[in-house]
């Protein structure tokens, strides 16, 4: 078992090393690609949830046989590193052991990371993903954290020291995202955006995508359009 890996195509957009920490996700966003990726029923996907078997054990010797430092690893593609109602000390325990051997992390949630603010620095990266704002949220991801308090750790860990980032992907409700984009940026060092794939959207992207450059832009962000939104903005 390796629990790093180089993710390849879009997901390499996100990072160049990542761990995949559990075997499933609570958070039930309907628009959830991990299951199809992973080959999984999605029903037991997002109910069975638990470390992936030795996944601490399996990483430090990974870590030492393959010599890996001065990384950044993303934190995770295929499941949520804080799952909501989950234990989530295999998580810390990653973080842990990453750091050990002088890595930094890149974490991504829809959940309360907050508990491992701690173990983070400068070097680090702590990100949310937000595709909307409430009530849409509620029914587009029933199980994850509210979309305000996501960023209220973000800000809570800017305030730390600690690099933060937004992930708008996929892009549910357009005006919410500027507004985001707009009132959020003075705590958020970087951004990507994308949009919603493999599901019906009556959302113009190439408008959205030309506005959402234009406010990061005006906010002074430092910001990431995904290749297939910028494919979208690029249509003549
Ligand atoms: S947080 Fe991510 S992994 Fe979890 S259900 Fe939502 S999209 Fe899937």
């Not at 029903?43 to 638990?50: D, G």
């Amino acid at each position: 078992m390796k629990p790093i890996y180089k993710p390849k195509g879009a997901a390499a957009e996100y990072g160049d090393y990542a761990v995949n920490i559990y075997t499933g996700c609570t958070h039930r966003c309907y628009y959830c690609f991990a299951p199809g990726v992973l080959h999984r029923d999605r029903e037991a996907f997002h109910s069975c949830v638990e470390p992936r078997k030795d996944i601490v054990t399996e990483l430090r010797r990974q870590l030492e046989r393959e010599k890996i430092t001065r990384k950044l690893v993303h934190l995770c593609f295929t499941c949520d590193p804080y799952p909501t109602g989950h234990d989530t000390t295999a998580t810390r325990e990653v973080i842990q052991v990453l750091k050990e051997y002088g890595n930094h992390v890149q974490i991504l949630t829809k959940g309360d990371g907050s508990r491992d603010f701690d173990l983070l620095d400068g070097g680090d990266w702590y990100g949310v993903t937000i595709s909307c704002d409430r009530p849409m949220s509620d029914k587009a991801e029933p199980c994850a954290a509210r979309p305000a308090d996501r960023l209220y750790n973000l800000e809570t860990a800017k305030c730390k020291g600690i690099n933060t980032w937004v992930s708008f992907e996929p892009v549910l409700d357009p005006a919410a995202v500027l507004n985001c984009v707009k009132y959020c940026a003075y705590f958020i060092d970087k951004v990507k955006i994308g949009k919603l794939n493999y599901h019906p959207s009556e959302i113009n992207w190439a408008k959205f995508g030309r506005e959402a450059e234009a406010t990061c832009r005006e906010m002074g962000l430092d910001y990431y359009i995904k290749d297939s939104l910028r494919a979208e903005m690029d249509k003549p």
